[in-house]
Each structure stands twice: as C-alpha cells, then as structure tokens.
C-alpha cells in the first residue's frame, strides 16, 4: 500500500463513495465540492436522500458502485453499521481506502467484516464541520500507509482541522473532548444565558451575548499564540468583577475543574463501553 499513490486527482479519476448523507455527510459532501472534486466523481448511497442531495447536480445518486473507486467514505449511523457493511464486500479486495467517520465503530469490526488487507482510516469529526470549524482525529489500520493517511487527511480537512492519533486507544478520549465537546460548549452558552437572565436582562438579549462570548472566545483562544490559562489571566483585574466569579467556577471541589473531569470521564467511559 505505500508504494499506492493515492491524493486527489486519484480521487476524481477513480471516484468517491459516500455511504451515508446526513449532517456529517453532508457537510463532508459540500466541503468536497466546495474544495474542487467534480460532481461527477461523487457516488452517493443513502435510502432517504434529502433534497439538497437530489439538487445536486452531477453526483450520482443510489447508482451502481464502481468497480475500483479510489475512496469509500462510511457515514452511516452507529446502528447501520453491520447492514450497511456486506454491501461494500466487492470492493474490499483493491486498493481502495475506506474512511470510516461512524461513532463508536472500531477499526476491528470493519477487518472483521470486510477482511485484514482493506486500508482503512478512522475519523472523529465534530459537528462543527457543518460550518467548515470542525476537527478531526484520524488513525489508521495497518495497511493504511502515509498516501493514505494524507488522503483522509485531505478529505476531512474540508470540515475543518485534522490531528493523527497515536494509537485506536486514544479516540474514546478524543470523543468525550471534541466529538461530545460541542455540546459542552452549547450548555455553556444556554446556562450563561440563563444566568444574565436571571441578573436582569432579557432572555433574547442574554442569549446574544452568551453566543457571541463563548464563540468570540473560542475564536481568540484558536487565533493567539498565549495559551487559554494566560488569556485568562488577561482578562482577570485583581479583585474585580471576573476575579469573582472565577473564584466560583475555578473552586477545585465543585467548580469547572472537577466537573469538566467528571464530564469528560464519563463521556469516555460510555464511548469505551459502546465500542466494546
């Protein structure tokens, strides 16, 4: 497999399939093409298409496969895994790499169904790759050399950001911090909104400011070379009004400090137990 070149004029000679089209397929999808790959390379298997899918104009809809596509990308949902599977036997005895972005699937499962010579990645997107902000964790299988790595590297990086693991062991930690991670940061915004309710302001108000504070943050913190603790220390006067309320949620018994661990222990406890 090393010696295979695979990149992207590979891709649209040879085509992509995407099993799958829904949000994190879709925006997969409109990243591809948005990034140059021709419709026409694009093989689409999804039972219930949306009509944004059927818009598109080019890309092959529930077709036959092609003999020998440079790429198959799994999007399906966890629960559609081993239905979905035997439908990509025929193709699993080339050199076609196969990008697995299904939760909880691991990388086992597919050498189990699909045989040990398929180049596989797995991807752990977010679902903020909807808006072209999201990241991924990437690692491959054995037979997934560096030209392979690089491709999925390439793909996903249409979404947004992409980092490569060390080891399979890694994505249960990478789930319960980027994959579940969004949703943090969305009850973050939801009870700061509630809180400046609760001060005064009106609930639309106070919802507009919590989203642009946590989003303009989180936009400061990727963009500046200080890491998030000094950025902290920036903004905190001594004795003043965010010393005071850091006191509160940096209190290491009951503040964010234990409760992020928690939070972040259980998701990966759950991602392990969904994957055994």
Known sequence: MEGVVMDMSEVSRRGLVLLGCGKMGGAMLAGWLRSGLAPGAVRVMDPHPSDWLRGLDGVKLNADLPRAP?????????????????????????????????????????????GEQIALVRAMPNTPAAVGRGITALIGN?????????????????????VRLENEEQMDAVTAVSGSGPAYAFHLIETLAAAGQA??????????????????????????????????????????????????????????PALVRRAVAAAARRSRELGA
């Open 142 to 162: 054995a037979r997934a050399g560096e030209p392979q790595m690089r491709l999925a590297e390439t793909l996903m990086s249409a979404v947004g950001q992409t």
């Open 199 to 256: 001060e005064g302001l009106p609930h639309a108000l106070a919802l507009r400011l919590a989203r642009a504070t946590v989003a303009g943050a989180g936009a400061l913190a990727e963009a500046s070379h200080e890491d998030p603790a000094q950025l902290r220390v920036n903004v905190t006067s001594p004795g003043g009004t965010t010393a005071a309320a850091l006191e509160v949620l940096m209190d290491e018994e009951c503040g964010f």
């Open 70 to 114: 440079a790429v198959v990308v799994i999007a399906v949902k966890p629960q559609a895994i081993e239905t979905a599977l035997p439908s990509l036997l025929p193709l699993a005895g080339g050199d076609t790499l196969f990008l697995s972005v299904v939760a909880g699937t691991r990388i086992a499962l597919y050498e189990e169904r699909l």
